[in-house]
Nanobody, 123 residues
Framework: VQLQASGGGLAQPGGSLRLSCAAS????????VAWFRQAPGKEREFVAG????????QYLNAVKGRFTISRDNAQNMVYLQMNSLKPEDTATYFC?????????????????WGQGTQVTVSS
């Protein structure tokens, strides 16, 4: 599965952004998708993940109640709706696919990655 992330940009604290991840290639088999983020000088961090059927969604504690991950399998799209953004959410965001439809926080679990999209939260 190949992935293409988009939707980043500049937002004010308290604002919202929606990231999109478009999948192509072997999308006829079940695959999970996760969003990770990486700030300068920090390790890549799991943000949210969703399996093919939308169940067992997982979130980083710091984004629970603010971010929502969803997917549209008919369109091969996965979204990350980010509300109540904080400056500490500033990072490059990546989407990643897991070919066994597993969701977890370890980046090494994932088989393919999209390019990053920058999210900057600043007044």
């Amino acid at each position: 599965v190949q992935l293409q992330a988009s939707g980043g940009g500049l937002a004010q604290p308290g604002g919202s952004l929606r990231l999109s991840c478009a999948a192509s290639g072997r999308t006829n088999s079940a695959y999970a998708v996760a969003w990770f983020r990486q700030a300068p000088g920090k390790e890549r961090e799991f943000v949210a993940g969703i399996p093919m059927n939308g169940g067992n969604i997982q979130y980083l504690n710091a984004v629970k109640g603010r971010f929502t991950i969803s997917r549209d399998n008919a369109q091969n799209m996965v979204y990350l709706q980010m509300n109540s953004l904080k400056p500490e959410d500033t990072a490059t965001y990546f989407c990643a696919a897991q070919g066994l439809n597993l969701v977890g926080p370890n980046p090494r679990l994932y088989d393919s990655w999209g390019q990053g999209t920058q999210v900057t939260v600043s007044s």
